[in-house]
């Protein structure tokens, strides 16, 4: 189903208006929708998912006794891994009546997922993220201007102008001085009022409208996306565009929406999904706690993912189950932590941040990778692989690279066995050695 389409357009609307009323659920009422969704997952799992049916017997686990949250630390935790070499007993035998969207996504660790989103799922994401970005001020068909990597049928275009919805998407692969300068001059013209996108890419425009001491019309809020916002690229982004900056997390895998209100706290959209934190042992971390975000989400019946290992940090606040000023009683998170990547300088002047992330897509065997820039025309990838890697994976994942870098930098692959380290000790999926490091 196309949510362009009729039925699809229908579907995103009735759920925009759940999640409108949802918001404003009691404590009790989030706890009981999300024991009756867990039920209901983990019910067709085990009956239709050969995955889940076969670990279900594996541990002796009754899905019929299953209560809902409580009971959830009886089922293992699922990594990506797991998924990524068994993916096929993921898919439920009755996938076909739900609708099959195939997706793919390196996340944040560089290892290339494909997975099924069914139509439901699909509207309630959209309409999730509707609701989420009406959070930081953005209403249906406000002007809204989002820079993220986008796949226009024109791949030189680097915007495009959807009219019915007051949206312009521009493609941040194509970001470099004369083309940010355009954009600048685009949003000076417009004057939209909402800006989205990543964080990197908007501070890059701002950087290069500054050098040529050209101002930039303000917004009247920011919401970045698809990367990580540490606090010193939030004050970068207010200072630069004179307005709040609201952080939005979601991921293609949909276990999990977090979503910034007002009052700067982040709620876990406790309607779209059932998030835990868990330590090293898998065990749940105790407010004030850091450990590792796990997802359930409550709709994909063709693909169900339970307790899901994201792979993010997380920081947990003190009093997790305060009640916001904001009114809203979904449970909140201090920080994402995320993956901090350094940024790329192609030799055609270019500055790419995450946009390596699908480039690794059909790279098959490669379960890490890691770009290294060690000069403006040369880079090298360190990849862990496993034995169904072979000549066509490189040649997949160079295809991918040349895509986004073009032709005239020089790509070496090699296999390791770790991925190398920054100074700080951290493990970024982009590494910089000429100065592009994570602000
Ligand atoms: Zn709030």
Redesign the pocket.
């Known amino acids: 189903m196309k949510l362009s389409s009729v039925k699809g357009a229908v579907s995103v609307v009735k759920k925009y208006f759940f999640y409108l009323s949802s918001q404003r659920w009691n404590k009790e009422k989030i706890k009981a929708y999300q024991d009756r969704k867990l039920r209901s997952i983990v019910k067709h799992a085990a009956e239709n998912v050969p995955y889940y049916r076969n670990l279900f017997k594996d541990i002796n686990f009754d899905p019929d006794t299953f209560k809902g949250r409580e009971d959830m630390y009886k089922i293992p935790l699922l990594d990506k891994q797991t998924l990524r070499t068994r993916q096929k007993e993921f898919i439920a035998d009755n996938a076909e009546q739900y609708g099959i969207n195939w997706d793919s996504t390196s996340g944040s660790t560089g290892t290339p997922l494909h997975l099924i989103i069914d139509d439901a799922t699909k509207a309630h994401k959209l309409a999730c993220v509707i609701r989420s970005y009406q959070w930081a001020g953005y209403t249906p068909w406000k002007k809204t201007f989002s820079i993220q990597s986008y796949t226009f049928e024109d791949p030189q275009a680097i915007s495009k102008h959807f009219s019915y919805v007051n949206l312009w998407r521009f493609n941040s692969k194509l970001l470099k001085k004369e083309t940010a300068l355009e954009v600048v001059k685009m949003i000076n013209e417009i004057k939209p009022k909402v800006f989205i996108g990543y964080p990197f890419s908007m501070l890059m425009l701002s950087r290069f409208a500054r050098e040529e001491g050209i101002g930039i019309h303000p917004f009247e809020s920011i919401v970045t996306a698809g990367e990580t916002l540490s606090e010193g690229r939030r004050k970068l982004l207010q200072e630069a565009y004179q307005c709040k900056v609201f952080d939005f997390f979601s991921l293609h895998e949909d276990v999990a929406v977090v979503t910034e209100?007002?009052?700067n706290?982040k709620?876990f959209c406790e309607d779209f999904a059932y998030n835990e934190v868990v330590d090293q042992n898998g065990d749940l971390v105790s407010a004030g706690g850091t450990g590792e975000l796990v997802g359930t989400g409550f709709y994909n019946f063709a693909m169900p993912l339970i307790r899901y290992r994201l792979g993010d940090t997380v920081i947990l606040n003190k009093d997790t189950e305060g009640i916001?000023?904001?009114?809203?009683e979904?449970s909140?998170v201090k920080e994402i932590v995320g993956r901090q990547n350094d940024y790329l300088e192609t030799p055609d002047g270019r500055f790419l941040g995450n946009v390596l992330e699908h480039a690794v897509d059909n790279a098959k065997g490669v379960v890490f990778s890691q770009c290294v820039q060690d000069a403006v025309d040369h880079i090298y990838i360190n990849m862990i692989v496993d034995e169904t890697f072979g000549p066509d994976s490189t040649r997949q994942f160079e295809k991918g690279l040349r895509g986004r870098l073009g032709d005239e930098i020089k790509i070496d692959f090699k296999t390791v066995e770790h991925l190398e380290k920054s100074k700080s000790g951290k493990t970024p999926f982009i590494m910089s050695k000429i100065g592009h490091e994570y602000v």
Do not use: D
Request: charged share 15%; glycine share 8%; with cysteine.
């Open positions: 209100c007002q009052h706290t709620h916001c000023k904001c009114g809203r979904f909140s």
